[in-house]
């Protein structure tokens, strides 16, 4: 199967307990509130995770250019959120002197000398530096990768252009450049395709989106073959976690392996559509035949064999063990089609994933006229 590696890489019950809970003892578990300052906070990951910082009571300051989504919080409402404009590359002088934060939320890494820049500027200052980084920083996916597996290299570790081939040595080096700037305070969370509502790369979108178009909908390979993402508001969640608790280390934030298929994907993109509409399931040979490209044409599936053998079953074990919750895919699936369909007309007609419809008719049509040649 042919796979466009840029497009890959360029990418309950415990809460119904505490409210059983006696309030003195409730009290006691609160953590206690934090300042946390977040390097962007605008773009997809930050506004999820600053809504849950200030629903936990947590005081956030916002380091960011200014550029992207620059209303997000205006108004009377966000009146506690600080915002200080910069740029982390050439204007880092909002957060000179001595202001102390607890924590440090780093969403726009992808450069390591800028994260060596605020770690210097910001390791006498802060208790915990958390970065996201990325599950594509594992070298090989011929096998299930845990934080142990080896990651990527580069060539030229000096390299400054992310391309699909220096993504996940660059954000490696990130992470070697946090470690060395605030070293035992330093925490890694490698999330994989993150998705959910205010995602703009469609690469989940594409399924609930195009179940809501209806007819008959190409999927590739089986109704078992396994995926792995997740929702953007649980990652924003563990995030806040790692903070409230102090978990320093690296940890894998991504969908627990096996628990999610393409079959299941379909399934509830189906159910949150409500619209009439058919799925086949055409082989992953047959796709590469008709120059189908997996995670871009067909998002979020990879064929787990060969070189991508390990392709949804990256480990999680010990982020889960650290308070890593899911909810529900049903939910993820509904929620991200009812945002998609707050997007003005022009948007919704340009998926940035998956196959456009004449494209893909083109394919169910190849693909019948060779099912009815085998049979007849």
């Given at each position: 199967m042919t796979?466009?590696?840029?497009?890959?890489?360029?990418?309950?019950?415990?809460?119904?307990?505490?409210?059983?809970?006696?309030?003195?003892?409730?009290?006691?578990?609160?953590?206690?509130?934090?300042?946390?300052?977040?390097?962007?906070?605008?773009?997809?990951?930050?506004?999820?995770?600053?809504?849950?910082?200030?629903?936990?009571?947590?005081?956030?300051?916002?380091?960011?250019?200014?550029?992207?989504?620059?209303?997000k919080f205006s108004g009377e409402e966000y009146h506690d959120i600080e915002q200080l404009h910069g740029d982390r590359k050439t204007d880092m002088k909002a957060l000179e002197g001595d202001r102390q934060w607890d924590a440090v939320l780093d969403t726009s890494a992808y450069i390591p000398a800028d994260v060596t820049r605020s770690g210097k500027l910001l390791a006498a200052r802060v208790k915990q530096y958390v970065l996201?980084?990325?599950?594509?920083?594992?070298?090989?996916?011929?096998?299930?990768?845990?934080?142990?597996?080896?990651?990527?290299?580069?060539?030229?570790?000096n390299v400054t252009e992310v391309t699909g081939e220096t993504y996940g040595g660059l954000k490696a080096l990130c992470e070697k450049a946090a470690e060395q700037e605030l070293?035992?305070?330093?925490?890694?969370?490698?999330?994989?395709?993150?998705?959910?509502?205010?995602?703009?790369?469609?690469?989940?979108?594409?399924?609930?989106?195009?179940?809501?178009?209806?007819?008959?909908?190409?999927?590739?390979?089986?109704?078992?073959?396994?995926?792995?993402?997740?929702?953007?508001?649980?990652?924003?969640?563990?995030?806040?976690?790692?903070?409230?608790?102090?978990?320093?280390?690296?940890y894998n934030a991504d969908g627990a392996p096996g628990a999610l298929?393409?079959?299941?994907?379909?399934?509830?993109?189906?159910?949150?559509?409500?619209?009439?509409s058919s799925v086949t399931w055409v082989p992953a040979d047959f796709l590469e035949e008709q120059k189908v490209q997996a995670?871009?044409?067909?998002?979020?599936?990879?064929?787990?064999?060969?070189?991508?053998?390990?392709?949804?079953?990256?480990?999680?074990?010990?982020?889960?063990?650290a308070g890593l919750n899911y909810r529900p895919l049903r939910e993820t699936a509904r929620d991200t089609l009812a945002w998609w369909r707050t997007l003005p007309e022009e948007r919704r007609a340009k998926l940035k994933a998956g196959l456009k419809p004449g494209r893909e008719a083109e394919v169910l049509k190849a693909w019948h006229a060779k099912a009815k040649t085998k049979g007849g």
């Open positions: 796979i466009n590696r840029r497009d890959f890489l360029a990418a309950g019950a415990a809460g119904a307990g505490l409210l059983a809970m006696p309030s003195f003892a409730r009290t006691i578990l609160q953590p206690k509130p934090r300042k946390i300052l977040v390097m962007g906070g605008t773009g997809f990951l930050g506004p999820h995770f600053v809504e849950i910082a200030r629903k936990h009571g947590h005081t956030l300051t916002l380091f960011n250019r200014g550029k992207t989504n620059p209303d996201v980084s990325t599950i594509s920083v594992y070298a090989k996916n011929d096998a299930p990768a845990d934080e142990t597996s080896p990651v990527a290299t580069l060539a030229d570790p070293p035992g305070r330093t925490t890694v969370v490698r999330p994989g395709l993150i998705v959910g509502p205010g995602d703009n790369s469609d690469r989940f979108t594409y399924w609930p989106a195009r179940a809501d178009r209806g007819g008959e909908i190409l999927a590739p390979g089986s109704e078992q073959d396994p995926t792995q993402f997740i929702d953007v508001r649980d990652l924003a969640a563990f995030l806040l976690t790692t903070i409230e608790r102090g978990h320093v280390g690296i298929t393409m079959g299941a994907v379909l399934r509830e993109s189906q159910r949150a559509s409500g619209k009439k995670w871009s044409d067909m998002p979020a599936w990879i064929p787990a064999r060969g070189e991508y053998a390990g392709f949804g079953r990256t480990s999680v074990s010990k982020a889960k063990a």
